[in-house]
Each structure stands twice: as structure tokens, then as C-alpha cells.
């Protein structure tokens, strides 16, 4: 049985969101949109602490499979995937793109929020950039975080609240503006935004076409943004341990990653924030024990930090349930 069901208005947030990526499969990327995003995707799970070892041999649950290409890469890596998505035009492209890649999946189609999946039957469960698109984010955590083993590990990537509300190519408040003036249509919020927001080609880098790129900015129905406090909920109303994330909740973490220059600022905001840390009394700060923690004044300075940073609109976060 599920573990939760859905309200008429999570209900018809639901069916407004698969309408927009049944019209508009998601991501469906081409060849070199596959190649980048896989590369940017190992880049994460090193980041949070994840090889390829530890995939291998490994059930895997990718939540929110989409047109299937995560689902690819993880059973490339030795995995056996099970995949889940809400939309039958994605699956069906997930399951062309699972036969051409030559790996065994198996697909199924449902919400993440009321599918009845099995509890504690995957050694991994990984949910990119599918969780703010569901009717309720939280319970959908909730339900998907019932299938990790004990010793067992949960992968999530969201939108970050702090990190989009200004500096990012698409912030939230020109989402929120298009969606003010064009209301809930999602054709007439597409238009308009590629009248005032678009700039052609930005697709490309993504591996995109234009209007599945505009659509998924733009005509989805719900796109929550979350803070790094509500994901430590999610996870310990979950029952489960938070491991790492990246970017980094620590401030300690993420001011080393600053200073060492593995992060270039990209702007004269991001250049003044770097030479704020440089300052004795920040100094202080990152050598402090709390800096080292998750804790709220952590969470505060990295968040802050997320308005002089480029990469700071998607929150991915490693979790693990205890044995």
C-alpha cells in the first residue's frame, strides 16, 4: 500500500506537471548533452563522497528516472537498477535508451509520492532534480527514503533557495515574475519568457532543445526551492544520517573549496565575497569546531555565500541509514 495519497490539489498540481513532461519528455538530451551531464554527474558523487566502487553490484533506485539517461549510467556502472517515473512518453524513451545502451532496467511508472515501492530493498536510492517538481517534496522524500537498507545510501539534488534568488542565469525571481504575468497557463508563461528571458543557444550547453529547455524552466507547473535546514528534516524525520552534501553545509568545507581556488569567482560580487574570507575575523570563524558541523550558523554563512557563487542553485545531498 502507499504511504501516503494525494489531496485534489496535490492531485492536480500532479497531473499538470506530467502533462507539461508528457508534451515535453525530459531530459532527452543529445549525445554531447549526455557526455557533459554524466561527466558534471560523477563530479557530484565525488564531491559528496561516492566512487564507482561503491556502485558496483549495488541496487539502485534512480527516482524520477525521466528519459532514463542516470538510470543508463548507473547500471553501466555494475549496478541493478530499478527506475521510476510518472510519465509514460519518458519511460518509453528511457526503455529505447536502455535496449541501444545494451543494460537491463527495469521501468516502472508512478508518483514518487504515493508509488507503494518496497522498504528497505536498495543499497542506493537517487533522486536528481525531481523532488521540486513533486506535489509535496517532503512526503515524497519520505517515501522513496522507506526503500534504503540499513548501511544503505540516499543521493537527492534540488533546487537551492538562496543560490537562485538573484545571481544565477535563470533566479527565481524572473520565474516568479513570468508566472505573475503570464498565470497558469504554461504555453502563455513559455512565450513570454522566451520573449523576455531567452537567449538563443543557451540551450545547447545543456544538450537541449529549445522548447523542452523553456518548458522545464518555465512551464512546470511546481518547482519548490529548499534550504539545506529543510533536507536535514527530511532526512531525520526520515530516519536518516546525514553524510555529506554539496555544496558544502560546513562553512569550514566550503570556505577551504573557496580559498584553494577550486571555485573561480566569476563576478566583481564573487571576487568582493572572496576577499571577505580572507579577512582575520572570517579566518577565525572557519577554525572554530562549529565550522566543522552542519549546524545552523554553518548553514547560514554557506547560504549567504550561495549569492556571490554561480553553483549554488542545486543542493545535492548524501544521506545513509544506519545499520
Request: net charge positive; aromatic share 10%; with cysteine.
Amino acid at each position: 500500500m502507499p504511504l501516503f495519497t494525494l489531496s485534489p490539489a496535490e492531485q492536480a498540481i500532479q497531473d499538470k506537471v506530467a502533462k507539461t513532461y508528457s508534451a515535453f519528455p525530459f531530459p532527452k538530451r543529445t549525445a554531447r548533452g549526455i557526455f557533459q551531464r554524466n561527466q558534471e554527474f560523477f563530479t557530484k558523487l565525488e564531491r559528496v563522497g561516492v566512487t564507482p566502487a561503491d556502485i558496483r553490484g549495488k541496487r539502485v533506485l534512480d527516482a524520477g528516472c525521466g528519459t532514463g539517461e542516470l538510470a543508463c549510467l548507473w547500471a553501466s556502472l555494475g549496478a541493478e537498477v530499478t527506475a521510476i517515473d510518472i510519465v509514460k512518453p519518458s519511460l518509453e524513451i528511457a526503455q529505447r535508451t536502455a535496449r541501444a545502451a545494451g543494460v537491463d532496467i527495469t521501468f516502472h511508472q508512478g508518483s514518487l509520492l504515493e508509488y507503494p515501492l518496497p522498504e528497505q530493498a536498495f543499497d542506493i536510492v537517487s533522486s536528481h532534480m525531481v523532488l521540486h517538481h513533486t506535489a509535496d517534496p517532503a512526503r515524497s522524500f519520505a517515501n522513496i527514503a522507506r526503500c534504503v537498507k540499513p548501511g544503505g545510501l540516499i543521493f537527492i539534488c534540488v533546487f537551492g533557495l538562496w543560490g537562485r534568488l538573484i545571481l544565477c542565469r535563470h533566479p527565481l525571481w524572473k520565474i516568479w515574475l513570468v508566472h505573475r504575468l503570464a498565470g497558469p497557463d504554461s504555453t502563455r508563461r513559455v512565450r513570454l519568457a522566451e520573449r523576455w528571458c531567452y537567449h538563443p543557444g543557451e540551450e545547447a550547453a545543456h544538450g537541449l532543445e529549445q522548447e523542452q529547455y523553456l518548458y522545464d524552466l518555465y512551464g512546470v507547473a511546481q518547482v519548490k526551492h529548499h534550504t539545506y535546514g529543510e533536507m536535514l528534516r527530511w532526512f531525520r524525520d526520515s530516519g536518516i544520517a546525514y553524510v555529506s552534501s554539496w555544496p558544502p553545509m560546513e562553512f569550514r568545507r566550503e570556505y577551504d573549496t573557496i580559498m584553494d581556488g577550486s571555485h573561480a569567482a566569476r563576478s566583481p560580487l564573487g571576487r568582493l565575497g572572496r576577499w571577505g574570507l580572507q579577512q582575520p575575523p572570517v579566518q577565525a570563524m572557519a577554525r572554530a569546531q562549529w565550522a566543522n558541523r552542519p549546524g545552523r550558523m554553518s548553514r547560514a554563512l554557506t547560504q549567504a555565500l550561495a549569492f556571490v557563487k554561480s553553483d549554488s542553485y542545486m543542493f545535492n545531498v548524501l544521506g545513509r541509514r544506519p545499520q
